[in-house]
């Protein structure tokens, strides 16, 4: 029954979805506390008090016709005003409620993008490693993703391997900053070099490259670590926003798209993005979140309880003899697989009840993803079972 399209997509999933389900499986044999589950990128840290007075001043004090109804596709206009005020106030930009579209959550922003720009054909260029979902994503509309490989010393983008991937079918690029799996956070020195080295190729191919920026975990950062904000750096440039990791929303799906006055045709590119979001079957982001965000624009996570899980993990796998990098944003770390076969190093950690992503799925084989996204007890459970594996790699 199913199309010939979905069928590699069931096969690519299952990586993810093995381990979900041997999480569960593993938690009824040895008790959900034994096993230690580092595999999904959930936030553990409760969405911030104003979110919860929000919602109950919307469902208390504003009319249930509209808080339910349907609105326009982009999204309630005042808050999408509130949304563009909030970025114009952080990052000097001049939005107004016209280049903002309501989406939801990020996986909706980008498909609204995609579905926006591409051709049957067109490519997608995207830096390894990276989140595995914008393979799905571009294979929605008959695009092409193409990998950039990493520079495993940095893992900053690679651009002299970009820039020999950039031909005349590219269309966009997809940076995801601070990026899922490293925790690293690309420079402002990068995203300058990067955005010089765009201009010129579309300048030579003829027509503008999109720079589609994904950057759920934006607020994530450490050590005061600042995240350049590319539509400073590229007119080009189409953000991706969502609230999932920022507010702890994940599972009520909403965030947005900003489409700046400075992109190629912008009106034309929001007019359509608009339209993408309604025949995608989303139709409009949900209406009470939309409540919520005007309510809670500028309000953020409590970034102290996920630097703590950081600092406690990366100083112990460091002290076990793990090889990594210390991570500067998100909630994961990536480390160096001390056995040639990954796989078969996540299989020795399952062993210990340690659940990690093999780094094949974000395009970056020889590594392991850790989201450390959990409680911090958890963490200090775990330790002894790291101390383990790495007594079984020879590193302690
Ligand atoms: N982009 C990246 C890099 C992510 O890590 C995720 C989720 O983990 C998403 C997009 C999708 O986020 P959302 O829940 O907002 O759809």
């Not at 990052?91 to 409620?97: E, I, L, Q, W």
């Not at 750096?233 to 969502?242: C, Q």
């Not at 009520?252 to 993005?273: F, K, M, N």
């Not at 005007?294 to 309000?299: E, G, Y």
Request: glycine share 8%.
């Amino acid at each position: 029954m199913i199309s010939e399209k979905m069928r590699p997509m069931i096969a690519g999933s299952s990586v993810i979805r093995a381990m979900f389900e041997e999480g569960i499986k593993m938690a009824a044999i040895y008790g959900k506390e034994n096993v230690y589950d580092f595999s999904l990128g959930n936030p553990n840290v409760p969405a911030p008090d104003c979110v919860r007075q929000a919602i109950l001043d919307i469902v208390n004090g504003e009319d249930p016709v509209m808080v339910h109804g349907y609105m326009p596709n982009a999204g309630y206009e005042d808050v999408r005003r509130a949304v563009a005020d909030s970025l114009n106030r952080r990052f000097g930009m001049d939005y107004g409620p016209e280049n903002i579209i309501m989406t939801v959550g990020a996986a909706s922003g980008l498909n609204d993008i995609l579905k926006t720009i591409l051709d049957p054909g067109d490519e997608v260029l995207v830096f390894a490693p990276f989140f595995g979902e914008y393979g799905s994503y571009v294979g929605n509309y008959d695009g092409k993703l193409v990998i950039v490989p990493p520079d495993t010393d940095t893992f900053q983008p690679n651009l002299e391997e970009m820039e020999k991937r950039i031909g005349a079918k590219t269309k966009a690029l997809i940076v995801n900053n601070p990026n899922n799996p490293s925790g690293v956070v690309y420079s402002e020195e990068t995203i300058r070099r990067m955005a010089e080295i765009l201009e010129r190729k579309s300048r030579e191919i003829g027509h503008p490259i999109l720079v589609i920026s994904d950057e759920p975990y934006r607020e994530l950062v450490y050590d005061g670590v600042q995240v350049p904000y590319i539509p400073k750096f590229y007119k080009d440039t189409v953000v991706v926003y969502s609230y999932s990791k920022s507010l702890s929303l994940p599972g009520e799906r909403i965030g947005y798209l900003a489409i700046s006055r400075q992109v190629t045709d912008w009106e034309d590119v929001a007019a359509a993005a608009t339209i993408a979001h309604r025949i995608l079957g989303s139709v409009n982001a949900p209406s009470l979140m939309q409540r919520v965000i005007m309510r809670c624009v500028d309000a953020t996570t409590d970034i102290q309880v996920y630097d703590r899980n950081r600092m406690l993990l990366y100083g112990s796998l460091k002290e076990y003899g793990f090889q990594c990098m210390k991570p500067e944003g998100a909630f994961y770390l990536f480390v160096k697989s001390p056995d040639e076969d990954e796989a078969r190093f996540c299989q020795v950690c399952k062993e210990h009840r340690i659940l990690v992503v093999p780094g094949s799925s974000f395009a970056c084989p020889g590594y392991v993803r850790i989201a450390y996204c959990v409680s911090y007890e958890q963490i200090e459970r775990s330790l002894p079972a790291f101390q383990e594996v790495a007594k079984a790699y020879g590193l302690l």
